[in-house]
């Protein structure tokens, strides 16, 4: 009988220090078939491996020992990580089902901001659209718009407006994105 069977057992019979005796044992198997797992699912998946071991072991093995006895009972280490792979299974499913849901989001549609063009095409009808679009995120988020208009307009780098607006440069890329996904919105008639 191995070790981890043995901790199984003693688990399922109330044994208080089984549990954090059983995790650095099963650590490195139960990772790895979390990774195998997550291979499998498309890309776009935010859950790491980590995560979903953490969140399995938690829903295969109460924090209680006591909470254990007589609800969980494997015959054997197989029988566990089949569980394991199981309860793996599930946590992914539930969470594909979460994605799906309007609330979570699950009707947007993702946008590269690297590859959104507001760029003006007709310039005296286009840009009088794009200066209605910037007034409006003006209003909302006058930051933002100031950023737009130093980049779009005076051909600064995100790092120079940065400076000139007294931001740091983190947050003036996360406003910059900002700005141009809202713009390409307008533009779009979105919003």
């Given at each position: 009988?191995?070790?981890?069977?043995?901790?199984?057992?003693?688990?399922?019979?109330g044994?208080?220090?089984?549990?954090?005796?059983?995790?650095?044992?099963?650590?490195?198997e139960?990772?790895?078939?979390?990774?195998?797992?997550?291979?499998?699912?498309?890309?776009?998946?935010?859950?790491?491996?980590?995560?979903?071991?953490?969140?399995?072991?938690?829903?295969l093995?109460?924090?209680?020992?006591?909470?254990?006895?007589?609800?969980?009972?494997?015959?054997?280490r197989?029988h566990?990580?089949?569980?394991?792979?199981?309860?793996?299974r599930?946590?992914?499913?539930?969470r594909?089902?979460?994605?799906?849901?309007?609330?979570?989001?699950?009707?947007?549609?993702?946008?590269?901001l690297?590859h959104?063009?507001?760029s003006?095409?007709?310039?005296?009808?286009?840009?009088?659209?794009?200066?209605?679009?910037?007034?409006?995120?003006?209003?909302?988020?006058?930051?933002?718009?100031?950023?737009f208009?130093?980049?779009?307009?005076?051909?600064?780098?995100v790092?120079?407006?940065?400076?000139?607006?007294?931001?740091?440069?983190r947050?003036?890329?996360?406003?910059?994105?900002?700005?141009?996904?809202?713009?390409?919105?307008?533009?779009?008639?979105e919003?």
């Open positions: 009988m191995s070790e981890v069977t043995q901790i199984l057992e003693a688990l399922a019979q044994d208080p220090h089984s549990a954090e005796q059983l995790l650095p044992l099963v650590y490195d139960l990772r790895r078939l979390a990774a195998q797992r997550l291979a499998q699912n498309a890309p776009g998946q935010t859950l790491q491996a980590t995560a979903l071991v953490h969140e399995a072991y938690l829903r093995v109460p924090k209680e020992a006591a909470e254990a006895a007589g609800e969980q009972h494997w015959d054997s197989g566990f990580f089949a569980a394991a792979a199981e309860a793996m599930r946590i992914l499913l539930d594909a089902r979460d994605k799906r849901r309007h609330k979570r989001g699950g009707g947007w549609k993702r946008l590269q690297d959104v063009d507001v003006i095409q007709d310039p005296p009808e286009e840009l009088l659209v794009l200066d209605d679009a910037l007034q409006k995120l003006a209003e909302e988020e006058p930051v933002c718009a100031e950023l208009k130093l980049r779009y307009f005076a051909g600064l780098s790092s120079e407006a940065a400076s000139t607006l007294g931001l740091t440069r947050t003036a890329y996360r406003y910059w994105a900002f700005a141009r996904a809202w713009l390409h919105g307008q533009l779009q008639g919003h």
